[in-house]
C-alpha cells in the first residue's frame, strides 16, 4: 500500500477532510476505508488551535499527514490528521476492512458496524494513545465515493459549519446526516 505524501495534506482541512471520505487507514495491522470526517481550522472556534500552539495541540502546527491525538471527556483516544499548520481533520469513522480480529479484541466486540462508526470507538479498536500523537499515518487511495456534507456534531461552538463529510449510505458512520448536502465523487 502506497501512502499519500504530505504535499497531498498540506492543504485547507476541509478540502482534505472531503478528500479523505473513500481512502484507506491503516495503523499497527488494522484499519478500513474512511466513511466520516470533520474538518477545523484554526480561524474556528471549535478547533483545538484556535487559541494557537500550546502543549496539548502542539502536534496541530507540526507537518502536514502526522497524527494529532487528543482525548475526549478523560476517556476516548481521537484520531486527527494534520493539513495545514494548524488544521487538521478528525477521523470520526472507518469501514472496517483489515485487521477484524485486532480491532474486536480491543473493542470486545465483533460487529463490523459496532467497531469503529465513531471516534471514540475507532480510537479504541485502532489501540490508539498518546504516544502516537506526532506520529506518522499511512493512509492510501482508494476508491472515489459518493460525498455529502453536513453540521459538524458533539461540539458546542459553530455547529452549524458544514464541515463535516460522509460516504452517501454507508452504514458505518457515526450517525445519520440530517441536514445535508450533495457533493459529486472525488
Not at 5 to 17: G, I, M, Q, S
Amino acid at each position: 500500500m502506497t501512502c499519500l505524501t504530505p504535499d497531498w495534506f498540506d492543504r485547507d482541512a476541509p478540502a482534505v477532510a472531503r478528500d479523505l471520505v473513500g481512502t484507506v487507514l491503516s495503523l499497527r495491522g488494522a484499519g478500513g476505508r474512511i466513511v466520516e470526517t470533520e474538518a477545523y481550522t484554526q480561524t474556528d472556534p471549535a478547533s483545538h488551535s484556535f487559541r494557537g500552539p500550546g502543549l496539548r495541540n502542539r502536534s496541530m502546527f507540526g507537518p502536514p499527514g502526522r497524527a494529532y491525538v487528543y482525548r475526549s471527556y478523560g476517556i476516548h483516544w481521537c484520531l486527527n490528521v494534520v493539513c495545514r499548520s494548524g488544521e487538521a481533520v478528525l477521523i470520526r469513522a472507518i469501514e472496517p476492512t483489515h485487521g477484524l480480529g485486532l480491532m474486536a479484541a480491543r473493542r470486545g466486540m465483533s460487529a463490523p458496524r459496532a467497531l469503529c462508526s465513531g471516534p471514540g470507538k475507532l480510537g479504541q479498536a485502532l489501540g490508539i494513545g498518546p504516544e502516537d500523537d506526532g506520529g506518522d499515518l499511512c493512509i492510501a487511495a482508494g476508491a472515489p465515493s459518493a460525498v455529502i456534507a453536513g453540521p459538524r456534531i458533539g461540539i458546542t461552538r459553530a455547529v452549524d459549519v458544514p464541515w463535516r463529510f460522509g460516504e452517501d449510505g454507508s452504514p458505518f458512520l457515526s450517525r445519520p446526516f440530517r441536514e445535508h448536502s450533495s457533493l459529486t465523487a472525488r
